[in-house]
């Protein structure tokens, strides 16, 4: 018997709260499996009173799942082992053979290519890019390679090539990352797809949100890899026509970290209260986030692109008791008026003027309650303008203050 997968990935420029939402409905799945990004990418889960900060872990292990880390991640191990010791005990985890590592020298490299652009990226420096760029050159070691023979050639081969780019080559504890990742290593791909055969549950947990895909995000200021639908068969083999529901998620409002382009933004006194209300500050790097309010035309292109047919939204407590709310519902540019349809090239989100348009504030829902007048009103502007349902609702990082919508 097949039974179809889902996947939670975020809407926004990542920070939406995805490890909230997929602790919040992971008891549903037998499986969670991570297919992009690295240990730049960072789920803060608070779980039966306690806080656990997963970067490449599938936060549904919280919950005895199987934990599936997929051929499309590239892997810290010595970040990994933090993550573990986090867990009671060892957790249900397979980590793809095929998974690329990253290698000590690669953030060494990773800062001298940020300053050859002067710092205008804002990677987080933990080697993501240069990983990915040695896998595309084919220059890259993967985690079965630490148990082949031909290691140490393909180190040297490695080593050759970040020596030729002008940086240090830091040699890699090979013995201790492979006693950390043995008990671990295997096949996403056939593991995933016997579990579908079984009739086992599956949700796929994405890194990152839409607008920092390699692809399709606001290029250059992204990450380096796909981070919805695009992602899931290239990075655990898995066909995206299994799958059912697709779970955008996205806060009340919108942050971004790093440079780049954000039509939404605000600053001042609003700005440093969205801030502290709703804690933003990056889990990875612990950098202040850039806020705005939500921005519906980013987020229809995000619906749009994915398939997105079900909203997880966050961070409502965050503005509740202010007496006006603002939501982007188009931008301004050239002369021109867009409500959808507009291309997110950086160059050409850095000329637009957002339309703001104001709705009531609402007070924040109880777990007891129902959400208020205003706060319902607020979500329907949002269903009708990017097409899809509002499922959840977030009012707090705890599991008892989320609230299912009929």
Not at 80 to 103: C, D, M, V, W, Y
Not at 222 to 232: A, E, L, N, R
Not at 279 to 301: I, Q, S
């Amino acid at each position: 018997m097949l039974v179809s997968a889902d996947l939670v990935f975020g809407l926004q420029w990542g920070d939406e709260g995805k490890g909230k939402a997929v602790d919040y409905i992971s008891p549903n799945y037998d499986v969670i499996a991570r297919f992009n990004g690295g240990d730049n990418a960072g789920h803060t889960v608070v779980h039966q009173g306690q806080t656990y900060k997963f970067h490449q872990i599938p936060s549904g292990v919280l919950h005895g799942c199987l934990g599936i880390i997929g051929s499309g991640v590239v892997l810290n191990p010595e970040s990994l082992e933090q993550e573990l010791t986090q867990l009671n005990g060892t957790p249900k985890l397979i980590i793809s053979k095929r998974a690329h590592l990253i290698l000590p020298s690669y953030k060494l490299l990773d800062q001298h290519l940020e300053s050859l652009k002067n710092g205008k990226v804002g990677t987080t420096g933990r080697g993501i890019g240069p990983a990915y760029g040695f896998k595309a050159l084919r220059f890259g070691i993967r985690v079965g390679d630490l148990f082949e023979e031909d290691l140490l050639t393909k180190l040297n081969d490695a080593k050759k090539l970040v020596e030729n780019l002008g940086v240090e080559w830091q040699e890699p504890d090979i013995e201790h990352w492979r006693s950390i990742l043995e008990p671990f290593v295997g096949d996403d791909y056939r593991t995933l797809h016997e579990c579908l055969l079984e009739g086992k549950h599956i949700l796929f947990e994405a890194a990152q949100g839409v607008l920092l895909d390699l692809d399709f995000g606001t290029y250059p200021f992204v990450t380096s890899s796909p981070t919805f639908t695009d992602g899931i068969h290239v990075g655990s083999g898995f066909n995206g026509k299994d799958l059912d529901d697709i779970i955008g998620v996205t806060k009340a409002y919108t942050t971004r970290v790093g440079n780049g382009a954000f039509p939404s933004e605000l600053d001042g006194e609003m700005a440093d209260f969205i801030r502290k209300q709703g804690a933003e500050f990056g889990t990875t790097t612990g950098r202040p986030r850039r806020v705005g309010w939500l921005d519906l035309v980013a987020l229809k292109y995000a619906c749009k692109i994915s398939g997105c047919n079900k909203i997880f939204l966050t961070k409502v407590d965050v503005l509740s008791g202010l007496s006006d709310v603002g939501l982007v519902t188009a931008y301004e540019s050239n002369g021109k008026r867009y409500d959808e349809w507009f291309d997110f090239d950086e160059t050409a989100l850095k000329q637009v003027r957002p339309v703001v348009e104001w709705v009531s504030g609402w007070d924040s829902p109880t777990h007891d309650g129902s959400p208020d007048k205003n706060l319902i009103s607020f979500m329907d502007k949002i269903e009708n303008t990017v097409g899809a349902k509002i499922q959840w609702i977030s009012f707090g990082p705890g599991d008892e203050e989320t609230m299912r919508m009929i």
